[in-house]
């Protein structure tokens, strides 16, 4: 199954979100890359990831050209110079997101009991008093995640810190930087998502 759903925050950015439901058959078609992943579900989700930002492209008028890695090994796209790329999945989905004009971050992660059993690990003690129920740990550790990957660079998930702004916004400090992120909850799942 193609494209599910897109997001458009400004002029400059798209967020694109395939449900990966084709067989192993199907997305080799697709891809043009020598892919030397022998896990069926990470090759799908490699390609899939690879096909919404194609999608994100086509519709932003940019093209497309090649995903390459950066100086600190976050995905990039050779035809940007301004702006970013970013990717994120979680079988079934791929998600793809593109912004030209600024760095970006884009995550999903599935609402899950056992994220409990490792909420310690990434939250600090301000985060734990506005938070109640999994899909709210979820969130965090999805903004967290979507805030990283615009740094680019190693550091503690512990150490980015998140406050709730309202509904769905979230604000997170990364040293001395700060980022708007965007949850959205779809089928058991969060999206999350710089702005």
């Given at each position: 199954m193609p494209i599910i759903k897109?997001?458009?925050p400004d002029d400059n950015t798209l967020i694109s979100i395939w449900k990966i439901d084709e067989s192993l058959e199907e997305l080799e078609k697709l891809s043009t890359d020598e892919i030397k992943i022998k896990n069926e579900n990470k090759f799908k989700e490699y390609v899939a990831t690879r096909e919404a930002i194609k999608y994100c492209c086509e519709k932003l008028r940019v093209v497309y050209g090649k995903i390459i890695k950066d100086d600190s090994g976050k995905p990039a796209l050779d035809t940007i110079k301004e702006g970013g790329i970013s990717i994120s999945h979680k079988f079934p989905y791929a998600v793809g997101m593109v912004n030209l004009k600024n760095?970006?971050?884009?995550?999903?992660?599935?609402?899950?009991?056992?994220?409990?059993?490792v909420k310690d690990k990434f939250l600090n003690e301000n985060e734990k008093k506005f938070i109640t129920k999994n899909n709210e740990i979820t969130a965090i550790w999805s903004v967290k995640e979507s805030s990283y990957k615009v740094e680019g660079d190693t550091i503690?998930?512990?150490?980015?810190?998140?406050?709730?702004?309202?509904?769905?916004?979230?604000?997170?400090?990364?040293?001395?930087?700060?980022?708007?992120?965007?949850?959205?909850?779809?089928?058991?799942?969060?999206?999350s998502f710089t702005t």
């Open positions: 897109s997001i458009s760095k970006c971050g884009v995550d999903i992660e599935r609402i899950d009991e056992k994220i409990k059993k503690p998930l512990k150490e980015i810190l998140v406050s709730k702004v309202k509904d769905n916004l979230y604000e997170s400090r990364i040293r001395e930087r700060k980022y708007k992120v965007e949850t959205i909850e779809f089928e058991g799942h969060i999206l």
